[in-house]
Structure formats: structure tokens, C-alpha cells
């Protein structure tokens, strides 16, 4: 599963390959909620049917809820007993700087959308188009 989710981002988006590889080597665990997953994955694909929005959701979900993947971000294994980081190691940098730059272009042509004459419409595309993003959220039926 880890392998088809890291596909699916590189297929939408401008993911660094740190993070792909990191969702790639991650261990998958199996759940009994796969009926809640393939509901959750076809709302998904209403909004985008590249099929990368729930593979996006469900890692950024380990670092955003309580779990042993955003733990492991901050516990220094270094020191005798092992301690706390103030900083997350390595790969949850990568997660956040792609999450803020689709959130940037998206929350900005939201808000360009309520301006008179859209002033920043051009640039946020051309941004959009760099990363690989849609331009706007689709808006959800």
C-alpha cells in the first residue's frame, strides 16, 4: 500500500524524493477498516480522480494525529534514557514543506477569488503549474 501511495503523490504532485522514499520504506499495517478506506478514497476521487488526494491525507494523518510515526519524529533514541526532541528529525520537514505550499496557493487563490479583478490569479497559477497542483480546490458536491 505504502508503495501505490508514494506513486500516486509522485503522480500529482512535486513530491521530494526524501519524503517518497520515506512512504515507501515505512512498514504497512493491516486494518479492518477497509470499507471505511474505499468509501473515503472514492469521495476522494470525486474531488480529483488522480487517485493521489487519499494517499496524500493518510500520510500527512500520521504526522497530524498521535502515532508511533510522528512520535518516533521526536524522541532523541541517542541518549541514556532515551529523551525528548524540541524539533522533529528529518522527514516531517519534507511533509510540511509540501503541505504549505499547497495550502499557500490554494488558500491564495481562494482569497484572490474575493478581490476585485483577481490581481494575484496569473502568478498563483504559474506557481500552481510549478508544483504540479491544481491551480483550485474543486469544490465539493
Keep these: 500500500m505504502n508503495r501505490a501511495a508514494a506513486e500516486d503523490m509522485q503522480k500529482g504532485f512535486n513530491v521530494p524524493q526524501d519524503l517518497i522514499?520515506?512512504?515507501?520504506?515505512?512498514?504497512?499495517?493491516?486494518?479492518?477498516?477497509?470499507?471505511?478506506?474505499?468509501?473515503?478514497?472514492?469521495?476522494?476521487?470525486?474531488i480529483s480522480p488522480k487517485r493521489e488526494l487519499c494517499s496524500v491525507y493518510r500520510y500527512l494523518c500520521d504526522y497530524a494525529h498521535p502515532s508511533a510515526t510522528s512520535a518516533s519524529e521526536f524522541v532523541e533514541w541517542t541518549t541514556e534514557p532515551p529523551g525528548l526532541r524540541t524539533d522533529p528529525k528529518g522527514s516531517a520537514a519534507s511533509v510540511g514543506e509540501v503541505t504549505l505550499a499547497m495550502c499557500l496557493v490554494w488558500a491564495g487563490r481562494a482569497f484572490d477569488e474575493m478581490i476585485n479583478g483577481k490581481p494575484r490569479k496569473q502568478f498563483l497559477r504559474s506557481v500552481a503549474r510549478e508544483l504540479r497542483l491544481a491551480p483550485v480546490l474543486p469544490p465539493l458536491n
Excluded at 522514499?21 to 470525486?46: H, M, N, W, Y
Design 21 to 46: 522514499d520515506s512512504i515507501k520504506g515505512a512498514p504497512v499495517e493491516k486494518t479492518d477498516e477497509s470499507e471505511i478506506l474505499r468509501k473515503f478514497q472514492a469521495q476522494c476521487d470525486e
